[in-house]
Nanobody, 124 residues
Framework: QVQLVESGGGLVQFGGSLTLSCAASASTSRNYAMSWYRQAPGKGREFVAAVSLFGASEDYADAVLGRFSISRARAKNTVNLQMSNLRPEDTAVYYC?????????????????WGQGTQVTVSS
């Protein structure tokens, strides 16, 4: 059974930093590429960052490139999203996803498994 639980969200000031964590079941961590998506109020869910099964490939949305970093610790069954230089437009509910795929070195599409989300709010 795939289980994803996000944590680490909160309120942060413009220019601040946060690290989100996604705790996955052991089978999920061993078998799936992992990614983060976000959904701002009134908008659709959008891709943020992804990491391949063994961490060899990473991909980022242009909006977060250079500010966010994704990493996975397979032994701990966790995937982290380190966010720095946060901006008000980063305000959203952030979701962990499992089971998506890369095409070459680029992220292609999310998988079927989603966490419940964690709120990130950046004040100006």
């Amino acid at each position: 059974q795939v289980q994803l639980v996000e944590s680490g969200g909160g309120l942060v000031q413009f220019g601040g930093s946060l690290t989100l964590s996604c705790a996955a079941s052991a089978s999920t961590s061993r078998n799936y590429a992992m990614s983060w998506y976000r959904q701002a109020p009134g908008k659709g869910r959008e891709f943020v960052a992804a990491v391949s099964l063994f961490g060899a490939s990473e991909d980022y949305a242009d909006a977060v490139l250079g500010r966010f970093s994704i990493s996975r610790a397979r032994a701990k069954n966790t995937v982290n999203l380190q966010m720095s230089n946060l901006r008000p437009e980063d305000t959203a509910v952030y979701y962990c996803n499992a089971g998506g795929d890369f095409v070459g070195s680029q992220w292609h599409s999310p998988g079927d498994y989603w966490g419940q989300g964690t709120q990130v709010t950046v004040s100006s």
